[in-house]
């Protein structure tokens, strides 16, 4: 899959697991359960459950911090 980085239009290449709706997010790299998740330079949530490089990132494997 080509990503491009919209903070510099720069462009790389990731492989994808499975599905992914539109929209939705996409790990970049393995993480840790209790790892945090950085969107755009935010701070999206916490990770619930080891997510692979190339995973599907949605709310079944990560939980906001909000509440």
Same mark, same amino acid.
């Given at each position: 899959?080509?990503? /491009? @980085?919209?903070?510099?239009?720069?462009?790389?290449?990731?492989?994808?697991?499975?599905? @992914?709706?539109?929209?939705? #997010?996409?790990?970049?790299?393995?993480?840790? @359960?209790?790892?945090?998740?950085? #969107?755009?330079?935010?701070?999206?949530? #916490? @990770? /619930?459950?080891?997510?692979? #490089?190339?995973?599907?990132?949605?709310?079944?494997?990560? %939980?906001? %911090?909000?509440?």
């Amino acid at each position: 899959m080509l990503c /491009v @980085v919209t903070e510099d239009n720069s462009e790389f290449r990731a492989t994808v697991n499975q599905d @992914v709706q539109i929209g939705h #997010k996409v790990a970049l790299r393995d993480f840790a @359960v209790g790892d945090t998740v950085i #969107k755009y330079g935010e701070d999206i949530g #916490k @990770v /619930v459950q080891p997510i692979a #490089k190339g995973a599907h990132v949605h709310t079944h494997n990560l %939980k906001t %911090k909000r509440w």
